[in-house]
């Protein structure tokens, strides 16, 4: 019983801290919900050491505590949406499909985040979030895949048994099938977007929330405060045919690391106002 606490809280504390050293990596896709997931290498390794059951509270735990301390409630709900998703795929892609560690994280990367964005729809009620959905697949493949070889390095290292049984699938045909399916989505996906491009004329639509909040037109020089849901705001600025957002509330500025939009369908996202600026053809309505 002592050995299965310390497990836990062994667990507990790593993935803490993983999670923890990722707000510090300076690197950032400007993609809404868009992270390497450092703490998922634990999750992993749970479920393959542990088991289905430990994984699933330790992983509750890890999203709770890192909510609370380095985000807000707002945050913690995508994240518990994504890191539910993520764990059943992960279980069922295991279980299921026969996948290598490799392909369970993968498929865990990918679930997490679709889960995360299908609720970002859910709240803020508007479709152009699912812009971001061709980049955030092929992004859940890549990092997948990366969390995946380091967690099998870890499970070798700490439970070589539990390595062992898994040793002749190190990368399966079904694991190349399921991340070419995966890359193949998200490339679909942004040729599709990319041909709803069309046409000259453009506005910078704002929604707060599932409400349409003002147009602009592209081609003149703005600088203008948006306020968001809860008293937060953001600055938005339209210069040379791009809008921006400059400044904003939000604790994570992913809305400003996302830097400059001019096309045609393409949008900025700050989930903890539930702001979206979208650019779209003269008069389009958002349905």
């Not at 950032?28 to 450092?38: E, H, M, R, Y």
Request: hydrophobic share 45%; proline share 2%.
């Amino acid at each position: 019983m002592s050995k299965r606490v310390a497990e836990y809280g062994m667990f507990v504390a790593l993935s803490f801290l993983f999670a923890y050293i990722e707000t510090w990596i300076p690197f950032s896709l400007g993609i809404p919900g868009a992270k390497l997931g450092l703490a998922n290498v634990v999750t992993l390794t749970a479920l393959y050491v542990m088991g289905t059951k430990d994984a699933f509270f330790l992983s509750l735990i890890r999203i709770v505590l890192t909510g609370f301390t380095f985000g807000n409630l707002s945050m913690m709900l995508y994240s518990l949406a994504g890191g539910m998703l993520s764990l059943v795929v992960m279980i069922a892609c295991k279980k299921g499909l026969g996948l290598s560690k490799i392909g369970v994280s993968i498929s865990g990367g990918v679930a997490h985040n679709l889960g995360q964005l299908l609720v970002a729809v859910a709240v803020v009620e508007n479709r152009n979030i699912f812009y971001y959905l061709p980049f955030l697949l092929l992004w859940g493949s890549v990092s997948g895949a990366f969390i995946g070889i380091l967690g099998g390095l870890v499970i070798r290292r700490i439970s070589p048994k539990a390595h062992d049984t898994e040793k002749k699938r190190v990368f399966s045909r079904r694991d190349g099938l399921f991340m070419g399916g995966s890359l193949f989505a998200g490339l679909l996906g942004l040729f599709f977007f990319s041909m709803q491009r069309d046409g000259a004329a453009r506005e910078v639509v704002v929604y707060v929330g599932d409400q349409e909040y003002a147009r602009y037109d592209l081609q003149k020089a703005l600088e203008t405060e948006i306020e968001g849901i809860r008293g937060g705001s953001n600055h938005l600025e339209i210069r040379n045919g791009k809008a921006r957002v400059t400044e904003a509330t939000c604790p994570d500025h992913i809305c400003m690391r996302q830097g400059e939009i001019s096309e045609i369908g393409q949008v900025l996202v700050c989930m903890p106002n539930q702001v979206i600026i979208a650019i779209e053809g003269e008069g389009e309505q958002d349905e």
